[in-house]
């Protein structure tokens, strides 16, 4: 970070700089001035929420997405399958048992079991034949998805969150200020906030692992040196075995997510595959706090786009990423291998 | 190249070099409106000759310059909304109507330099980065032409867009676009093949096995990739100007995401290695597509499941034999030849 700094002196400046103002508009009472030309604040700060919420779901998806590529080299189109899948089975069990934490771990360890089967059926076949594995997990997907079809049909479905999350909850942020100086607070559900919790959570628990824990040396010096780490003992197939139902069954469980706060249908699988694509490379692939970074850029211009610029908003999003592509073709925290 | 001798007499033509089954199967061709029905002749050998020319433009970036590049479909849309915007529709608010000899160039133009632009994007990244940028430019354009309604029309797209009665000659009846469309098939085809031997596209397989060495050579390697993109843009545009007067419409579903899969699982299944495989995989495909439900129904399935037999059918060619059907039959054809004498080529 300092190091980021003593090298980019103006970069850091403009970006402190847009850090600062976004701050202040989040959480200072708007002038009228900006009112007029905005409109409410209300507005901006729901588009903002929404945003970093809506980031907070691709980052779950994409995450899991970078992780298995930043490390085997393996790209699994099929992964928005695996979202879907996820969101299906999670509606299936919270609907069975009536528990929406329950459906979780069951889709964790049903998902990551299908990964297993993947990883050890499929890529392992194929290593290091990007192109094979792209058409294997295209024609993979495109299976996958009509089975799903066949057994939930074209309706969406909507997994219901449970009573203790539902309903608004108030933040401390100014929403507006009363002519008669009342001031008003913002009101958000819940069950976003929690969302947003437990992708930071999520987030904060992959970086420890990834940076402090004897696993996350192993999967980090396999992304560094794949023959080298098996020379030297280390059984790695049983490595990649790992990650790669762990990203399986993250993708699984943002699918019950998904589900919660937008709704799950055909179609979603490759809209998620998509944004997690769109991510990563904004990001950089690989990078888990590249994905984060990705994620909050393409959530947050998703939806303030759609709030400010609603015909083109979805394609607002691709914009962001050939920018990316054409001034940093690695991603903004990707590095040159 | 120039190294090996030319073995072929002075005396001889070209024409006594192509093989026999060529000439054969030129023929077939010619003569296939007597052969087959109306129904088969349009939908599935006109269709399939149309979606060949399509992924016949991937083959080229895929076989000869190592870029899968899934934009395709989405040019030989541009094309297609290019031919409705300036040529003649059902929305007359929109349509321009000038002629067909300015209307179509322009079409193709337009589409050629959305794939160029497209190319100088892609070109910047390499294999698996290649298919996610055009995959992710692709699905732009899907949802830009599906929101925007000034010029494409949005959801709705155009309808009743048809070929301009030329000659007097209604275009869109089975026997005049099936000879249409195997017309620009068969020129598209040599087009590919003249070009994969002319110096350009030696060079571009070059930059395909080993692109620094090309650029230590003095070749510039960016432009020669570009320049790939362009002409396989023509060809996919001309291929989407034929499909919208096939269908006589476009919507932003002809290139939605399944659609561009589609344009993939074609060019693969059918083999990208020579320019004949993705008119193959898209006669296999067309076949599918057309006589799948049946099929199913006489299985007792629901037909609605034909997705499902060309996902399955794609998972096992990409999971077998990477280089598609063609590699197949080529593979079979040697395990045969290796099975013969090796002396007198009689089997043992």
Not at chain 1, 60 to 86: D, E, K, P, Q, W
Not at chain 1, 284 to 294: D, E, H, Q, V
Not at chain 2, 52 to 77: D, E, P, R
């Given at each position: 970070?300092?190091?980021?700094?003593?090298?980019?002196?103006?970069?850091?400046?403009?970006?402190?700089?847009?850090?600062?103002?976004?701050?202040?508009?989040?959480?200072?009472?708007?002038?009228?001035?900006?009112?007029?030309?905005?409109?409410?604040?209300?507005?901006?700060?729901?588009?903002?929420?929404?945003?970093?919420?809506?980031?907070?779901?691709?980052?779950?998806?994409?995450?899991?997405?970078?992780?298995?590529?930043?490390?085997?080299?393996?790209?699994?189109?099929?992964?928005?399958?695996?979202?879907?899948?996820?969101?299906?089975?999670?509606?299936?069990?919270?609907?069975?048992?009536?528990?929406?934490?329950?459906?979780?771990?069951?889709?964790?360890?049903?998902?990551?079991?299908?990964?297993?089967?993947?990883?050890?059926?499929?890529?392992?076949?194929?290593?290091?034949?990007?192109?094979?594995?792209?058409?294997?997990?295209?024609?993979?997907?495109?299976?996958?998805?009509?089975?799903?079809?066949?057994?939930?049909?074209?309706?969406?479905?909507?997994?219901?969150?449970?009573?203790?999350?539902?309903?608004?909850?108030?933040?401390?942020?100014?929403?507006?200020?009363?002519?008669?100086?009342?001031?008003?607070?913002?009101?958000?559900?819940?069950?976003?906030?929690?969302?947003?919790?437990?992708?930071?959570?999520?987030?904060?628990?992959?970086?420890?692992?990834?940076?402090?824990?004897?696993?996350?040396?192993?999967?980090?010096?396999?992304?560094?040196?794949?023959?080298?780490?098996?020379?030297?003992?280390?059984?790695?197939?049983?490595?990649?075995?790992?990650?790669?139902?762990?990203?399986?069954?993250?993708?699984?469980?943002?699918?019950?997510?998904?589900?919660?706060?937008?709704?799950?249908?055909?179609?979603?699988?490759?809209?998620?595959?998509?944004?997690?694509?769109?991510?990563?490379?904004?990001?950089?692939?690989?990078?888990?706090?590249?994905?984060?970074?990705?994620?909050?850029?393409?959530?947050?211009?998703?939806?303030?786009?759609?709030?400010?610029?609603?015909?083109?908003?979805?394609?607002?999003?691709?914009?962001?990423?050939?920018?990316?592509?054409?001034?940093?073709?690695?991603?903004?925290?990707?590095?040159?291998? | 190249?120039?190294?090996?001798?030319?073995?072929?007499?002075?005396?001889?033509?070209?024409?006594?070099?192509?093989?026999?089954?060529?000439?054969?199967?030129?023929?077939?061709?010619?003569?296939?409106?007597?052969?087959?029905?109306?129904?088969?002749?349009?939908?599935?050998?006109?269709?399939?000759?149309?979606?060949?020319?399509?992924?016949?433009?991937?083959?080229?970036?895929?076989?000869?310059?190592?870029?899968?590049?899934?934009?395709?479909?989405?040019?030989?849309?541009?094309?297609?909304?290019?031919?409705?915007?300036?040529?003649?529709?059902?929305?007359?608010?929109?349509?321009?109507?000038?002629?067909?000899?300015?209307?179509?160039?322009?079409?193709?133009?337009?589409?050629?330099?959305?794939?160029?632009?497209?190319?100088?994007?892609?070109?910047?990244?390499?294999?698996?980065?290649?298919?996610?940028?055009?995959?992710?430019?692709?699905?732009?354009?899907?949802?830009?032409?599906?929101?925007?309604?000034?010029?494409?029309?949005?959801?709705?797209?155009?309808?009743?867009?048809?070929?301009?009665?030329?000659?007097?000659?209604?275009?869109?009846?089975?026997?005049?676009?099936?000879?249409?469309?195997?017309?620009?098939?068969?020129?598209?085809?040599?087009?590919?093949?003249?070009?994969?031997?002319?110096?350009?596209?030696?060079?571009?397989?070059?930059?395909?096995?080993?692109?620094?060495?090309?650029?230590?050579?003095?070749?510039?390697?960016?432009?020669?990739?570009?320049?790939?993109?362009?002409?396989?843009?023509?060809?996919?545009?001309?291929?989407?100007?034929?499909?919208?007067?096939?269908?006589?419409?476009?919507?932003?579903?002809?290139?939605?995401?399944?659609?561009?899969?589609?344009?993939?699982?074609?060019?693969?299944?059918?083999?990208?290695?020579?320019?004949?495989?993705?008119?193959?995989?898209?006669?296999?495909?067309?076949?599918?597509?057309?006589?799948?439900?049946?099929?199913?129904?006489?299985?007792?399935?629901?037909?609605?499941?034909?997705?499902?037999?060309?996902?399955?059918?794609?998972?096992?060619?990409?999971?077998?034999?990477?280089?598609?059907?063609?590699?197949?039959?080529?593979?079979?054809?040697?395990?045969?030849?290796?099975d013969s004498d090796p002396l007198t080529g009689e089997p043992k």
């Amino acid at each position: 970070m300092r190091d980021f700094f003593r090298r980019r002196p103006i970069w850091s400046l403009i970006i402190a700089i847009a850090v600062a103002i976004v701050l202040w508009m989040i959480f200072a009472p708007w002038p009228p001035g900006l009112v007029d030309t905005l409109g409410r604040k209300r507005i901006f700060l729901n588009a903002v929420f929404g945003g970093v919420t809506l980031g907070a779901l691709y980052f779950l998806v994409a995450s899991g997405f970078t992780l298995i590529f930043g490390l085997m080299r393996n790209v699994n189109l099929a992964h928005g399958s695996l979202y879907l899948l996820g969101g299906y089975i999670g509606f299936e069990v919270s609907e069975a048992t009536g528990s929406w934490l329950f459906a979780f771990p069951v889709v964790f360890v049903v998902v990551a079991a299908l990964g297993l089967v993947l990883q050890n059926q499929v890529f392992r076949r194929m290593e290091g034949e990007e192109l094979r594995q792209t058409m294997v997990t295209i024609g993979l997907s495109v299976v996958i998805a009509d089975i799903m079809l066949w057994i939930w049909g074209g309706q969406s479905y909507t997994i219901l969150s449970p009573d203790w999350l539902s309903g608004p909850t108030t933040l401390p942020i100014i929403s507006s200020i009363k002519s008669s100086g009342e001031v008003v607070y913002l009101r958000y559900p819940a069950v976003r906030i929690a969302i947003l919790v437990a992708a930071i959570a999520i987030g904060i628990a992959m970086w420890l692992v990834l940076n402090k824990s004897r696993l996350g040396m192993l999967i980090r010096a396999g992304v560094d040196d794949r023959e080298m780490l098996a020379a030297s003992g280390v059984r790695i197939q049983y490595v990649f075995l790992a990650v790669f139902a762990f990203g399986a069954g993250l993708a699984g469980m943002a699918g019950i997510v998904g589900g919660t706060f937008q709704s799950l249908s055909p179609g979603e699988d490759t809209r998620f595959l998509l944004a997690s694509l769109v991510v990563v490379i904004v990001g950089g692939m690989g990078s888990i706090p590249g994905a984060a970074i990705g994620a909050l850029v393409i959530g947050l211009s998703e939806q303030i786009g759609l709030v400010y610029a609603p015909t083109y908003s979805v394609v607002f999003t691709f914009l962001i990423m050939a920018a990316v592509l054409a001034f940093r073709p690695q991603g903004l925290l990707g590095s040159v291998r | 190249m120039a190294l090996v001798e030319r073995t072929v007499p002075s005396g001889t033509t070209w024409i006594d070099r192509v093989p026999g089954i060529w000439w054969a199967i030129a023929l077939i061709l010619l003569i296939m409106p007597v052969i087959v029905n109306d129904f088969i002749l349009f939908q599935v050998f006109g269709w399939s000759l149309v979606l060949g020319m399509i992924a016949l433009s991937l083959m080229f970036l895929a076989g000869y310059g190592g870029m899968v590049s899934l934009i395709q479909m989405s040019v030989a849309a541009m094309g297609g909304y290019m031919v409705a915007i300036f040529g003649t529709s059902g929305v007359a608010a929109i349509s321009m109507e000038l002629p067909w000899w300015l209307y179509i160039p322009i079409a193709i133009i337009i589409a050629a330099a959305f794939g160029t632009l497209v190319g100088a994007l892609a070109v910047r990244t390499e294999g698996i980065y290649t298919i996610m940028i055009t995959l992710a430019i692709a699905s732009a354009f899907f949802y830009f032409a599906r929101q925007n309604y000034g010029i494409f029309n949005g959801y709705s797209g155009f309808n009743l867009v048809v070929p301009p009665p030329l000659f007097g000659v209604d275009w869109r009846q089975p026997v005049p676009f099936y000879y249409l469309a195997l017309g620009c098939a068969a020129l598209s085809y040599f087009a590919v093949v003249y070009v994969s031997r002319s110096p350009f596209g030696l060079a571009l397989q070059g930059v395909r096995d080993n692109p620094r060495r090309m650029a230590a050579l003095g070749f510039n390697v960016t432009a020669h990739r570009i320049a790939a993109y362009t002409f396989a843009s023509v060809i996919a545009a001309v291929g989407g100007i034929l499909l919208v007067w096939q269908n006589a419409q476009i919507s932003p579903g002809t290139a939605g995401i399944p659609a561009v899969i589609d344009i993939l699982v074609i060019a693969v299944v059918g083999g990208v290695r020579r320019p004949v495989g993705p008119f193959i995989g898209a006669l296999i495909y067309t076949v599918l597509r057309t006589f799948s439900s049946d099929i199913l129904t006489t299985f007792g399935l629901s037909g609605e499941r034909f997705k499902l037999l060309i996902g399955l059918g794609f998972l096992a060619v990409v999971f077998f034999s990477p280089d598609g059907v063609l590699g197949l039959w080529e593979r079979w054809r040697n395990r045969k030849n290796r099975d013969s004498d090796p002396l007198t080529g009689e089997p043992k």
